[in-house]
């Protein structure tokens, strides 16, 4: 695998991006900068059309804060005029004056479209793409799942055996 340092101002973003690195490196604070930007910079672009999946439950709910979080901070930082010296990005997007309130409106749409957003674990998605496509799984995280699951198969035997004429007493 090509590894390569990543330039959250100028890199493009072709086909997705993974990006993978030890702990405490600053992967949530990229990814969450990624989506600022290309939200901020891109009409055609919504926060439901992007996809961010990752490991744990844990490391999910902190990228959907961080997101969401950099998504308003952004969007301030430009609405006042008062960017961190230190935050690129914004520094990056308050210098092209003219493209400010585009940036603002669309980083405000994205924040308050955030619950269409799909920031969770790999095999959230993976469920969800299932359920999307009709495919119930049975998951040991997921008891209500399994639970019908066992139910309409039960249900269904049921229905079979009073079909042959065995019906239980």
């Known amino acids: 695998m090509m590894t390569t340092d990543l330039n959250l101002i100028t890199d493009p973003l072709v086909n997705g991006l993974v990006v993978e690195a030890s702990a405490g490196t600053g992967k949530t604070y990229s990814v969450a900068a990624l989506v600022a930007r290309e939200l901020a910079t891109r009409e055609d672009l919504r926060i439901g059309d992007i996809l961010i999946t990752t490991f744990t439950r844990n490391a999910a709910a902190e990228l959907r804060d961080r997101v969401r979080a950099r998504l308003v901070d952004t969007a301030n930082q430009l609405r006042t005029g008062e960017v961190d010296a230190n935050d690129l990005l914004a520094l990056h997007l308050a210098a092209q004056t003219e493209q400010v309130p585009s940036f603002i409106k669309r980083l405000e749409r994205a924040a308050v479209e955030f619950d269409q957003s799909t920031i969770s674990t790999i095999h959230s998605v993976c469920t969800k793409v299932l359920k999307t496509a009709g495919i119930e799984i049975v998951s040991d995280g997921d008891d209500?799942?399994?639970?019908?699951?066992?139910?309409?198969?039960?249900?269904?035997?049921?229905?079979?055996?009073?079909?042959?004429g065995r019906v239980w007493e």
């Open 144 to 164: 209500d799942i399994t639970k019908r699951i066992i139910a309409e198969a039960v249900n269904d035997q049921v229905v079979v055996e009073a079909l042959a």
